[in-house]
């Protein structure tokens, strides 16, 4: 048993509003400068959409990520030592300008500086590249919100699966719908961009789990934009390097949330410490498409088991970090209550980034009543026109998760590497809270009922509260478990002794070797 820290995070897609703080407030610390300004370390996607870059889902473009062989190994799909070499002058895995867009800034100059003339002065596009006019073809969040669109929600590589019939139905302009999907770098436990790169810039930190690119042994193969399958390392075109999401580790030190989850607005993060099992990573990253989800949450192990808090000791995880762990919101949400998942599974990175998936819009199940029915029932109950009432029976909910907006093909597509039946039960659970929240403040549903659902989901009204109080009324304590820093430490992890049973400070018991 190899246990380990990791800082691990959770977004919650029912609360993201799309206002793109997160966004801005990353883009405003690190990516203002010369080379990074197409870089969004932290981006809000609407799904169904392209995403950006466009159609990064789609690793029959871009390569991205592990494959597993008839060996039952694993395989770096578009990146290692054979295929670098193979493509080490020309890689067609790439994402080109056009697939993120070309930087751009406006003229203004023009219209002060403009001599007299019939016509108005324009502030023509300028390309921040090459600094010539340009036409504009793509900006940031081109596809922002126009999910419905032809160009767009329909080139969405997760609809592949979804019959013309489903598909259309969910572009009707009365019943269109999407959600958004904020994205950051995972910092994966089996990341692809730390086995792709020649250079062996790429590490991962033994502290907090925290990957990170060293810019001085960077030498610019970008086999890490290849290998990373959500397209989180990006190249600086003005230093020659490689960039990627820091996860804010300076303001994690001094005891800050990162610069995107403390300034968002529909306060949908969390970020907590998880502490996991390392001896199962090759294993469980091999593991057959439908069993990955499940092996996945079975890496992260209880904080509080006496056994597990022993062996984290042992390999050198300060108390405190395992009083964080055992504080963590993270944990709550993908191991306690089983409602977190992670983002396309499939591409076996094992990451470390979880989601609770949205709850769609319409989740009730609407019956057609006459004017003798509508009499007796509470005004609340009625939605939308006094035609229709919410019908609260638990077989009526289930099925209308079944028959969601979304169709679930769609949805675990995304989430669960295509199990439809563990989207359904982490969808239940979200349904399950909010039908005890409408029994406990508004007591129009029947208690056993309320009991049964619950039952259901294998939730409890203790429960049930306690994943009230921290989706809504959490604090920001509550919602950010920071572990401490411990700068001793990190001096300490600076030299290599060559001791076997020391540590390099990178989470490896030997010094990690370079090459491709």
Known sequence: MDIRAQVSMVFHLDKCIGCHTCSIACKNIWTDRKGVEYQWWNNVETKPGTGYPGKWEDQDIYKGGWERGGDGKIHLKGAGKGKGLANIFHNPYLPSVEDYYEPFTYNYLNLIEAPPGDDQPTARPVSLITGEPMDVQMGPNWDDDLSGTPDYARNDPNLKKLSPAEQEAMFQLERMAFFYLPRICNHCLNPGCVASCPSGAIYKRGEDGVVLINQEVCRAWRMCVTACPYKKSYYNWHTGKSEKCILCY?????????????????????????????????????????ELVNGHLDIIQDPFDPEVIEAAKKNGVPDSTIKAAQMSPTYKFVKEWGMALPLHAEFRTLPMLFYVPPLLPVMASVTETD?????????????????????????????????????????????????????????????AVRIYRRWKTVGDIDEAKVNQVLKDTKLTHESAEAIYYLTSLAKFNDRFVVPPAH?????????????????????????????M
Request: charged share 30%; net charge neutral; glycine share 8%.
């Open 250 to 290: 300076p303001r994690m030190e001094a005891g800050y949330a990162p610069a995107c989850m403390h300034s968002c607005v529909g306060r949908i993060r969390y970020l907590g410490v998880m502490l996991y099992d390392a001896d199962k990573i090759e294993k469980t990253a091999s593991l057959p498409e439908n």
């Open 371 to 431: 004017g003798a029915q509508k009499s007796k029932l509470n005004p609340i109950a009625k939605t939308w026109t006094d035609n229709w009432l919410y019908d609260t029976s638990t077989e009526e909910l289930w099925g209308t998760i079944e028959q969601s907006r979304f169709p679930l093909k769609y949805m675990a597509s995304m989430f669960t590497a295509g199990d439809e039946k563990a989207m359904a039960e982490r969808l239940k659970k979200l349904m």
């Open 487 to 515: 700068r001793e430490q990190a001096i300490e992890m600076l030299e290599f002794t060559g001791d076997v049973k020391g540590s390099t400070g990178f989470g490896f018991r030997q010094k990690p070797e370079r090459g």
